[in-house]
């Protein structure tokens, strides 16, 4: 069926309009209808700089997307996984509405189509290369996110400190409770009893080497690369009295010695690397002996693929969350046994809720201590990290395992839930 | 250091006794003692049929193994995991002590080294190719383990019929009792809901199916290409008045059809055959709504490799027990997220202690059944698979997953232990 010139700007694009003025719907605008398109159709209104509008057909608009400029909107065309966000910081694109439920209807939306291979994700591949979690490589990656200052991360993690999933035994637990809850929810996992000797490799601020100490009875020697949290977790055990039960040690978990019960790492796997979980697990087994057991606490994805381009270029870098069975490259060649997996994916995003809470509030201090830029940049990153848990783009594993020959595991996970 | 050849009878061998009445070791007393060596020298003595003996020195060995006759030696060292299991089913070696724990030093020493590339390894090969799970390669696996008679199995699985790992809340649980439990466990994981409808794959004799909708109110479609197993449900299925809400089909997973609350599989996917795990994540995904949940229960592995090949030659044709990351391939490449895991293999040592049992003490019935070489043939079997779940050589995974987009999944796994 063909159409006349005037006809086709009409129903060839229904849910434009025109910018005021205007009669006929400009590239840009037909651009932007077809990405609509592409992703489903979402209740989605884009706002250009002319006052031009693009919304699906039909459809009352939850969201508004207004666009600064030409520039910008080329910009995010060409890439848009990395320069929406990237605009979004800069404050070139606004977007009025629940920051949240928009990336989820852009996750939800992209689920549905397979990933392109753009000149974008070329780029970022390019990105990855220089981001290797080598010894060095590690060090640059960690540096980057973790030691920005532990004032700015006290504002709005609460007051274990604690920077990774928390666990809601209820959705009315507070974001302290949850943490705590977390920590005593691994401890049961690993059974832990008094006098055990425990590995942590990559504690962050020390939150659950100190409530494994000071709660359980256990002595903990706990490996991380960041200066600045080493230097945070040894002031705490300072402060709770508990330096001569843990020791940490500011060291790559590849220069794990000694031998110890009990290995635990909550939260590092996402900075490791897929390509070195074999030397992971042969660290994991030469530290354990034959009664040993451990529990591996990390970000995952329901199948393999890399984390989104914007996250490991401004966020994480050298970043990866792996599917269980790419996690399983950790335990399978190296005479371990899987226990037990859980999958609290719905946790992460309650608690990133609570975080994000915090972080707006706090919003006007970290501007004065950075710039409006590094606000807007850390809104969308919780953000979008809360509908991709929410959507079922991130997953949250915590996976109990003991050496291959270990008898002495639990029968069954009662104790898990004992009161 | 040299020795004369008097002394190198004694020192390179010590552990073996010559015949009586010799004062030499023979070929075969030293190739045994090489093959204790090789497993570690586990506390077990040889006896050959001249009375020569030999065991590791030093040791009072626990376990006496009589070889008959010269050609059932040969047989043995030349493929000792298919010979050694033929020769004790057809009576030419003898065990003298704890079957179980004669395995399962085996199996321990057997960890130790790589499992060597013999002739015995490309015949089972062969014999594997020969298994494969087509359609009808299943029909003719299935047929010839689980046709054998309903009456043989009554036996010895006790009430429940249930042939798959139990579930022990407790040590002093009878074996129905654990059946039972293990029926629940399963039912808790899948939050089973009055009017919830399930397809089951592969349902055994039906037990879990009519648990599901007696005690819980479900629908069931249960799928099985054991045509006894089937004609043996359906005859329950009426006696118990559950004809109405139960039904048994005779066919392949791969032909299911319809829409469905919930996919069950409880120790199916040993047949199913690695190469079919892709297929069978498609018919799981399109036979599940989007609030769609599921439960697999299957023998597995803590690394990738095939099952003991006397088991998949005379026991289980086409049989394979997967790990973990291969069960992936199920989940990870057709949208369904996995939500929990759990490992019981101790249960299943418990189960398999409870069967031998039963069938040890109808092994006179069995005899007068099948004949002698039945009778050792299944005793070796139950024995060795007790060696293999306590040794850790063989693992039982449950695992629970739904499609990737449910949010409605439990926050927590109280519920499954909730009295």
Same mark, same amino acid.
């Given at each position: 069926m063909s159409a006349s010139p005037e006809s086709e700007t009409i129903s060839d694009f229904p849910g434009a309009v025109p910018a005021p003025g205007r009669t006929r719907i400009s590239i840009e605008g037909r651009l932007l209808r077809r990405l609509l398109a592409d992703l489903g159709d979402p209740p989605v209104e884009f706002v250009l700089w002319s006052g031009e509008r693009a919304a699906p057909p039909g459809t009352a608009p939850a969201i508004r997307i207004r666009i600064a400029d030409r520039g910008t909107l080329l910009r995010v065309l060409g890439d848009p996984q990395v320069q929406f966000p990237d605009a979004y910081s800069a404050g070139r694109i606004e977007v009025e509405g629940d920051l949240v439920q928009l990336i989820a209807l852009i996750y939800r939306g992209m689920e549905a189509e397979d990933v392109k291979h753009s000149f974008g994700s070329r780029v970022a591949r390019w990105f990855r290369r220089n981001q290797r979690n080598t010894l060095a490589g590690s060090r640059r990656n960690i540096h980057h996110h973790y030691d920005i200052g532990n004032e700015f991360y006290a504002m709005w993690l609460g @007051?274990?400190?604690?920077y990774t999933c928390a666990y809601y035994p209820n959705l009315a637990a507070t974001l302290e409770q949850a943490q705590v809850a977390k920590m005593d929810h691994v401890c049961r996992k690993l059974q832990l009893q008094p006098g055990d000797n425990v590995v942590e490799a990559g504690c962050g601020w020390g939150s659950l080497a100190l409530h494994m100490a000071g709660r359980y009875g256990a002595r903990v020697r706990a490996y991380n690369i960041s200066r600045e949290q080493v230097a945070y977790a040894r002031e705490r055990a300072r402060q709770q009295r508990l330096e001569d039960r843990v020791e940490f040690i500011? @060291? @790559?978990? #590849?220069n794990i010695t000694g031998h110890y019960d009990v290995f635990a790492s909550v939260g590092m796997l996402e900075h490791?690397? #897929?390509?070195n979980y074999p030397e992971l697990g042969r660290v994991i087994r030469r530290s354990l002996g034959s009664a040993g057991r451990g529990l591996i606490h990390s970000i995952g994805r329901n199948h393999p693929g890399p984390l989104h381009p914007w996250i490991t270029r401004r966020i994480f870098p050298g970043a990866y969350a792996p599917s269980l069975g790419e996690m399983m490259q950790i335990f399978e060649p190296s005479g371990l046994s899987v226990l037990d997996v859980e999958n609290i994916r719905l946790h992460y995003a309650l608690t990133l809720r609570h975080w994000l809470d915090r972080f707006r509030a706090a919003e006007d201090r970290v501007r004065r201590m950075f710039d409006e830029t590094f606000v807007r940049m850390w809104r969308l990153y919780l953000a979008g990290s809360i509908a991709g848990f929410e959507t079922g783009t991130l997953q949250l594993f915590q996976v109990v395992f003991s050496t291959r020959e270990n008898n002495q595991i639990a029968l069954t996970r009662q104790h898990q839930y004992a009161t």
């Open positions: @007051d274990t400190m604690a500011q @060291d @790559d978990y #590849r490791v690397g #897929r390509e």
